[in-house]
Each structure stands twice: as structure tokens, then as C-alpha cells.
């Protein structure tokens, strides 16, 4: 794909500077500008608003050792387990070592977590821990709680501007490595500039977008991991797509953004339950319904596909009408909207795409293969995560190394630089406009879905590459002028790494499970 999405001279465009540019405004990039000296100018582009990010919308908790009786041991084994040998030890013993620290810091933020009678942090557990560890706001609102506050505080740094509404397209570098992006002002015009910085942190959330079924918003088209690509960046383990097993089934889930159940509810006793009222999970793992995520979507779908319906449940009766609506209020709240009587009735719910483990590859700095060009959130590949994210572990992978990625600009600034031109990219071959993008879109999302889902076959892996190709040469070389045009591009780049990644990885493992055709 070609090096730049939008075909101009860009010499032509208007140039601002900063310090550091934090390309998303979730948890990470929030975090990452909050640890930044405060006589840096930093700047924070986000596409949306803070209310639109993967953060935000982040259910479950944060995990960390803070319980008497968990230990750092035990935080890492699980995630090396879950991980299904692929994880980085050195990154998971970090996570886990310097987790805790991070959660002191949120509470003297004032981050409103959950806390018990006697004034201690409520802990909870999910699917793959052997411990109590996940902490949560609101009951199940942590992503929510936690962006908003770190937000306002942003908001109120006179060092930090955020600008909404503002669309990266592309990053720019030379031999010394990044110095600039291009963005759009995302408004009718199409708007362009270039942002000046030395220091740029990625953190623009996932690729949930890619397919039909997803918690994720409907920005999240892994345009920081293609861009990032498209600037030299290494990119590992894409076909790494973790899909949650329980997501809400209404009549109109397909065509939405899916509504995830928390895994947090079978940590407080649900229990999956066919239409006959079984409770499979039972000997197929050792912890049964708190199997890590990619074990229990696999049991789930073969559940459905032996009984032949397009759903299970979520019994969740053993708990009281009281504690559910206090530990799950947004849960309680969207089930009784769709007319489930929880917790009476069982919850429907079946797997949808939810995490990308890969992305673009770092150091323990956060560091990309591109000098002064960092990434943190799920846009990135720390080797936390392996091959099946465990549960929790992801905003906690946010703050940890948001946080190491500011620590490491402090210690190894670098001032913005100008080359004498930047590059020209007008007399690139430049054909038509694509037509009927939206169109297109869906096409690809029904591709990557029936392809590169949580069980795939090598002829389906094989097509899946094959038809992303054809998709990728239609528009070689077009005129590319809109967000939407942007979106589409992005989309077409990752889905071609996620099948690129999938047809050269061989065998299953993790989230990337393959059966023989």
C-alpha cells in the first residue's frame, strides 16, 4: 500500500508544533499526557470525543496484586497461561510488579473506585485469575469512570490541548525517525495540517470495527497501527483477535455495536447454561466458567452449534436483585431495557470480537522500531498479552506503560525539528474517488467476520487474504479525501495484516484457533 494516504504536496499545508502529540484520548493517551513534565506542550488528538474510545466503554476493572493474599507470582502465571506461550515475561513481570503503583496513583486522582464497608477497595475476580485482583468504579463502569476523571484533569492542565474532532491520516519520518503527522480537522473541507513533534505516543485503540459483531466503537479501525505500518514500524501478532464470550443477543444485536456481559458476572457466580438448562463449562476446564476467554468463546460456540441454536445463557439467579443492580448497574439497566428480568431470567449470550492482543511492536519503554514514535493501549504489541489477552490486564496494560512512555520522553527529549522540505506526494499516480465507500465497508467487515473469526479454517484464512487483496487493488492509487475515505484505507491495511498473519501462522494457538477444513 502506498506510503501516504492523502496524495498532495505537503508543503503546502499549514504546520503547528508540539512537544509531544498523544494520537487518542483513552486511557492511555489520557495517562501517558498527565505524566509528562508540565513545561512541555503537549498536544491530544482524538477523532471523537473521550466518551467515544474503547476506554470508555471498558466494563470490568482494572487487575493488579493489592489483595493480602495475592502475591506477584501468581498475577504472572496466570498471565503467561492465558498467554499460551507467547507472552514476554520481562513485560509481564513488569506489568504485574509496577501495576499496583499505578493504582495508587488513580485513587489520589480521585478515580472513584469501589470500595466496601469498611472503606477498603472491593476486589473482585474473572475468568483466567486464581486470585480476588480486578478493582472497579461504579460497579461496572470502570473505563467510564476512569477516562472521564483522568480527562477532566487533563482538561484543566494549562500544558495539555486536546483537539476533538481531529483525524490523524499519516505519520512523517526521515532517517533520524518520526517528526510530524498529518491530520485533518475532520470537518466538511477535509481540512489538513501538519502537527511538528519529535515525541509521538500512539494509542488509538483496536480493530474491533473490522468485523460485523464488536464491543468496540465504530472508530476503532486500527488507523494508529496502520499508519504506524505504512511509516516502518514492525507490526506483531494482528491475527491475534480476541473475541469476549458473552455479549448481550437482542433482536437488533447484529446490526449494533454488541453489549458486552462482564466476565467480572461469572466472577461473582453466573454460570453458563444451554437452553436445556446444562452448565457446559463443567469439566471442560479446570475452572470451568473462569477458563480464559478463548477456551470458554470455542466451548460456547460449540455448544450452540451441537444444539443447533444462536445463543447460550448467563444464569445469574444465584445472586439477589439487590446486589446485582448495585455490583452490575449498567448491566441491570440494558438487560431490563431489552427485556430481560435479570436477575431471574438468564442473560442470551453469545461471543463477539472485543480485543487485538497484537499491534505495533514496543519495548518496555514503549517504544517502537521508530525512533521517537511510541505506542500504548491495545494499538500495540508490549508482549503482555501473548496470544489471549487475561482478563483485566488491558486497562492496567494502559497505565503502565501510558506511564513508561512519558517517563521515557522526560529522560530522552527530543526538540522538534523541520527538514528543509517535506515530502511531495502530488505527482503520485492518482486515480478516481472510491465510490459507495460505506458499501464497501460492510463488504469487508462480512469478510473478515466469516474468515478470520474465533475459529478459522486454512481455505477460509486463504480466501479471506485472497479477497482482501483484490480489495486493496481496486483502490491503488485512488483519490483518498474524506475521513471516510481514510477509514475505509486503514481498514483494508489492517485487514490484510490480520490475514497475512493468520495464513503464516500454522498452527493454533491462543486466540488464533484453526480446524481442518
Same mark, same amino acid.
Given at each position: 500500500?502506498? &506510503? ?11 504546520? #503547528? ?108 475476580? #474473572? ?127 447484529? $446490526? ?9 458476572? &461469572? ?19 479446570? &475452572? ?28 445469574? $439467579? $444465584? ?113 478516481? #474517488? ?7 465497508? $460492510? ?37 483518498? &479525501? ?24 500454522? #498452527? ?10
Amino acid at each position: 500500500m502506498d &506510503r501516504f494516504i492523502f496524495k498532495t504536496d505537503y508543503n503546502e499545508l499549514p504546520v #503547528e508544533k508540539a512537544d509531544v502529540l498523544i494520537i487518542g484520548s483513552g486511557i492511555a493517551g489520557l495517562y501517558a499526557a498527565l505524566h509528562l513534565d508540565p513545561s512541555m506542550k503537549v498536544t491530544v488528538i482524538t477523532k471523537a470525543t473521550i466518551e467515544k474510545s474503547n476506554s470508555w466503554l471498558a466494563q470490568g476493572g482494572i487487575a493488579s496484586v493489592i489483595a493480602p493474599d495475592d502475591i506477584y507470582e501468581s498475577h504472572i502465571e496466570d498471565t503467561l497461561v492465558a498467554g499460551a506461550g507467547l507472552c514476554d515475561e520481562k513485560a509481564v513481570k513488569l506489568l504485574v510488579e509496577e501495576g499496583p503503583k499505578d493504582i495508587r496513583e488513580l485513587c489520589e486522582l480521585s478515580v472513584p473506585f469501589d470500595h466496601n464497608a469498611e472503606g477498603e477497595l472491593m476486589i473482585t475476580r #474473572e475468568g483466567g485469575h486464581s486470585h480476588r485482583r480486578i478493582v472497579h468504579c461504579g460497579g461496572d463502569a470502570t473505563g467510564r469512570e476512569t477516562t472521564r476523571r483522568l480527562g477532566e484533569i487533563a482538561l484543566e492542565r494549562k500544558n495539555i490541548t486536546i483537539l476533538f474532532n481531529t483525524y490523524m491520516t499519516d505519520f512523517l519520518t526521515d532517517e533520524d525517525g518520526v517528526y510530524g503527522a498529518v491530520v485533518s480537522d475532520g470537518d466538511d473541507e477535509g481540512k489538513m495540517r501538519i502537527i511538528l513533534s519529535s515525541n509521538i505516543i500512539v494509542a488509538t485503540g483496536g480493530v474491533g470495527y473490522l468485523y460485523t459483531t464488536t464491543t468496540n466503537p465504530d472508530g476503532a479501525v486500527g488507523d494508529g497501527i496502520a499508519a504506524a505500518k505504512r511509516a516502518g514500524a514492525d507490526i506483531f501478532g494482528m491475527e491475534l483477535v480476541q473475541f469476549h464470550p458473552t455479549t448481550l443477543v437482542s433482536d437488533n444485536w447484529v $446490526s449494533k455495536r454488541a453489549f458486552l456481559i462482564s466476565e467480572a458476572v &461469572r466472577g461473582e457466580g453466573g454460570i453458563l447454561r444451554n437452553s436445556h438448562g446444562e452448565a457446559f463449562m463443567q469439566g471442560k476446564h479446570p &475452572r470451568a466458567d473462569l477458563a480464559p476467554r478463548d477456551i470458554v468463546t470455542r466451548e460456547i460456540i460449540k455448544e450452540m452449534d451441537r444444539i443447533g441454536e444462536d445463543r447460550v445463557f448467563l444464569d445469574v $439467579s $444465584s445472586m439477589s436483585e439487590e446486589f446485582f443492580s448495585k455490583r452490575f448497574p449498567t448491566i441491570y439497566e440494558e438487560c431490563k431495557k431489552r427485556g430481560v428480568d435479570v436477575p431471574k431470567a438468564w442473560i442470551p449470550v453469545r461471543p463477539s470480537q472485543h480485543y487485538l492482543m497484537g499491534g505495533i511492536k514496543t519495548d518496555l519503554d514503549a517504544m517502537s522500531t521508530v525512533n521517537g514514535l511510541y505506542a500504548c493501549g491495545e494499538c500495540s504489541s508490549t508482549g503482555v498479552h501473548g496470544a489471549n489477552r487475561l482478563a483485566s490486564n488491558s486497562m492496567l496494560e494502559c497505565l503502565v506503560f501510558g506511564r513508561r512512555a512519558a517517563e521515557h520522553i522526560k529522560a530522552n527529549f527530543k526538540p522538534i525539528r523541520r527538514p528543509e522540505r517535506f515530502p511531495d506526494n502530488s505527482t503520485a499516480k492518482c486515480g478516481t #474517488e472510491i465510490k459507495n465507500i460505506s458499501e464497501k465497508i $460492510s463488504v469487508l467487515r462480512d469478510i473478515v467476520t466469516k474468515y478470520a473469526g474465533p475459529v478459522r479454517t486454512p481455505s477460509g484464512m486463504a480466501k479471506g487474504q485472497e479477497t482482501v487483496n483484490k480489495l486493496i487493488e481496486e483502490v491503488a492509487n485512488s483519490d483518498i &479525501r474524506t475521513e471516510l475515505g481514510f477509514k475505509y484505507y486503514n481498514m483494508l491495511s489492517c485487514a490484510k495484516m490480520i490475514f497475512d498473519g493468520a495464513v503464516a501462522r500454522k #498452527e493454533s494457538i491462543g486466540a488464533h484457533y484453526v480446524v481442518e477444513d
